[in-house]
């Protein structure tokens, strides 16, 4: 019976109008009423359809939702529209950084451009697959509501943030890193010592984007999944409330 | 039996009432409506639960998951000073319609 309600509760949770909590909500509220109604000599099968039926047509629950949740699905999109850019734009980054890396000691850059562009491209499609993977992972866990990671993550939005940012960086600044530690010292002054600090502006404008998109994104995040799992605090919360209000 | 109309338009007040009583989770409420109308009102129970978050947007009441005793994890409502305000509120106009009609209805009997 648990494993009918779960499969419910999925195939409602396809729908943007419900979060993981109203739908715990209702599961909760089906297997009370189940229970009730088994008490009273019906079936299990019959027990679950009546259950339902008194739940009420999907599709007017899903109406009325979406109105107490409008927001949401407004946050929802927006969520993804951010966390895609941020996606595209370290794709970029890590194209750009593995170009570098491939042809900065290349004598005659030309005689290597079809590997080059061959593999850039294969690049291009390989992380992009990747990236969707990573999305898709995300979200067949996130629907199962249990997803520590990201969680924890959610819950420390300021070191969350500076890591994106770090890592974002990291990808950006690579070959610079690389040629730095390894190059000839012309090669390195050619490279990064020559840089006056208008050559660092746009570098810097890089930063600033990212830390922006970055706490958009975490921030967006945290409007979205923060009441994924409410945690269960029954003995502290007995105090608290009192019984006679 | 209720009309739509009726039932949508009393769901808010019947909601701070019962929590007025006590704290309870959404079943109970459904519940209680159930058993003190006879069966007179009857809720289309998936509705309540948009309409328990709408008045906890509005800071009526607010909400928390427990562990009941059988284990079960509920979510709990009870009011907040917003909500017992509003209550107030709603029961004198209920009032004024009730003895408004009581008063109508004694000087013509249906």
């Not at chain 1, 299990?44 to 927001?71: C, D, P, Q, T």
């Not at chain 1, 819950?155 to 730095?180: E, H, Q, Y």
Request: proline share 3%; aromatic share 10%.
């Amino acid at each position: 019976m648990n494993e009918a309600i779960r499969r419910w509760q999925q195939n409602l949770g396809a729908s943007p109008a419900f979060k993981a909590d109203n739908l715990e909500e209702l599961a909760s509220h089906l297997s009370a009423s189940i229970q009730k109604l088994a008490a009273t000599g019906l079936s299990e099968e019959e027990a679950f359809l009546i259950a339902m039926r008194r739940l009420g047509e999907r599709g007017a629950l899903e109406r009325e939702y979406a109105k107490v949740n409008s927001s949401r699905t407004w946050v929802m999109a927006a969520f993804w529209v951010v966390l895609g850019v941020f996606v595209v734009d370290l794709r970029r980054a890590m194209e750009s950084s593995f170009s570098i890396l491939l042809m900065w000691n290349k004598p005659d850059p030309r005689q290597h451009a079809f590997t080059f562009f061959g593999v850039l491209s294969l690049m291009e499609y390989g992380l992009t697959a990747l990236l969707i993977l990573i999305a898709y992972r995300l979200a067949a866990r996130r629907e199962k509501g249990h997803n520590d990671f990201v969680r924890r993550c959610l819950d420390r939005p300021f070191w969350t943030i500076i890591c994106l940012v770090g890592f974002f960086m990291l990808v950006r600044f690579l070959p610079l890193i690389v040629i730095a530690l390894t190059a000839a010292q012309a090669t390195a002054q050619r490279t990064v010592l020559r840089h006056s600090w208008q050559d660092w502006l746009p570098w810097a404008a890089t930063v600033l984007w990212n830390v922006i998109l970055a706490a958009t994104t975490v921030v967006l995040a945290r409007r979205e999944f923060r009441e994924v799992s409410p945690a269960v605090r029954s003995d502290r919360s007995q105090e608290e409330m009192p019984r006679d209000l | 039996m209720l009309s739509k109309e009726l039932v949508a338009a009393s769901t808010t007040t019947l909601v701070l009432s019962i929590l007025s009583e006590r704290e309870n989770y959404g079943y109970a409420l459904i519940q209680r409506v159930n058993e003190l109308s006879g069966g007179n009102v009857q809720w289309s129970e998936g509705m309540l639960y948009p309409v328990l978050h709408w008045m906890e947007k509005e800071e009526l009441i607010e909400s928390e998951w427990r562990e009941a005793e059988s284990g079960h994890r509920r979510k709990y409502y009870r009011l907040r000073k917003e909500g017992r305000k509003a209550l107030h509120a709603e029961k004198e106009q209920w009032m004024a319609v009730h003895t408004l009609l009581t008063k109508l209805w004694k000087t013509q009997p249906v």
